[in-house]
């Protein structure tokens, strides 16, 4: 049997280790020699643990020097299947544990899909909220022109599509082919979603509108509030009080 087929085989039962979670044939594969940053069928050793949910095996992977960054096939970095998870559902956990170890939250795979958007068609709520506060571009396109918000209303996921529009998305952009996130909901069959994006649009618009009024009002009382206190503070000048004198004793 020649090295190569050898090592293949090795790296074959690696992977088989990965997806079962056996962290102990995994640490024997490695004291063999087994890499931790071969590919196999087009994932990385990372890749693979994390989009099985596997987390006792990336964490190991993690401590041997595995390539945080490293792609699959499709382009994707760990953190990506992180935020759509094994079941389209995301897996906050693991996506905590990987930007701990530094994995870039702004990166994108092939398509120019970008990990916020993998989360939003997971419907992920929390893997958004946790991407979003890394200062995300929430309304990043991908080649095709979809943002994040089209993904979430494409899923018909409804507390995601609240969740991005309430953050700042743009509803009314456009995707390539001249649909907007509502377009999106309405081709997969999902009419309580373009009602809802068109709901939480108008309250957002509110919301603004009350916050900036207040800002205004706060604004101008404190206008008011400087001018009475600089015409107390500010001391009284009498002007010409000689000629006033002259006035009272020649008059």
């Known amino acids: 049997m020649t090295e190569e087929v050898v090592n293949n085989l090795r790296a074959e039962k690696f992977f088989d280790a990965i997806c079962a979670d056996n962290v102990a ?12 940053n071969v590919l196999v069928d087009g994932m990385t050793p990372l890749t693979r ?23 699959s096939w499709e382009g994707r970095t760990a953190l990506s299947y992180a935020a759509r998870g094994e079941m389209d559902e995301g897996n906050l956990e693991l996506a905590k544990r990987l930007l701990q170890k530094g994995a870039n939250p702004h990166s994108t795979d092939d398509a120019g899909n970008s990990v916020l958007m993998h989360a939003a ?17 929430i309304n990043h396109a991908r080649k095709s022109g979809d943002t994040a918000l089209h993904h979430a209303a494409w899923g018909g996921h409804a507390e995601a599509v609240v969740l991005l529009i309430e953050s700042g998305a743009d509803a009314s952009r456009d995707n390539e082919d001249g649909e907007d996130a509502k377009c999106s909901a309405a081709a997969m ?3 309580e979603i373009v009602t809802l994006i068109t709901a939480t649009v108008l309250a ?14 706060l604004n101008n009382l404190k206008g008011i509030v400087s001018a009475v206190h600089g015409g107390i503070d500010a001391p009284v000048q009498v002007r010409k009080p000689l000629k006033l004198l002259r006035g009272f004793v020649h008059g």
């Open 25 to 36: 044939v995994m640490e024997d594969l490695i004291a063999q020699g087994q890499g931790v």
């Open 121 to 137: 068609l997971a419907g992920s709520t929390e893997v958004i909220g946790l991407l979003l506060g890394k200062g995300v571009d």
């Open 189 to 191: 069959g999902h009419p």
């Open 204 to 217: 957002r618009e509110r919301r603004l509108a009350a916050e900036r009024a207040e800002e205004e009002r």
């Open 49 to 71: 643990a994390v989009e099985k949910g596997q987390k006792r095996a990336a964490e190991l992977l993690l401590r041997e020097g595995a390539e945080i960054e490293g792609r």
